[in-house]
């Protein structure tokens, strides 16, 4: 459990070190206000860090991102080692978030939803019963009647 917790406290180090180096630190015109880092993990061990980042742009800015941020994993890491003065500064992997294209599809498959409801509501709003408006039995109606006459 104490491994848990020095993982996620190293992964928040993580994730603030590099987002601000992103900021502040690193000149690469690929890595401009465009890039944001959404998560970092690091395995139990404390020997590896995936961080995650996503792009607001176009496919053609963030492969040039990702090209960005793999150049930058040294001065990266070394910033990381810097600031969370551990025995062992554990590699950076990045990788690209799924999080927008996710939402993305998300809103989509709401608004379609959304639409087929409409049809459905201005479908059903002038239509009536297909039988009686109340299709149960009432003790000593006529169907009650006919049954004991049989």
Known sequence: MADNARAKKLADLIREVVAQKLQRGIKDPRLGTHVTITDTRVTGDLREATVFYTVYGDDEERASAAAGLESAKGVLRSAVGAAAGTKFTPTLTFVADALPENARTIEDLLDR???????VRQASSGATYAGEADPYRKPGGEDDEDAAAE
Request: charged fraction near 30%.
């Open 113 to 119: 939803a959304r639409a087929s409801d409409a049809q």
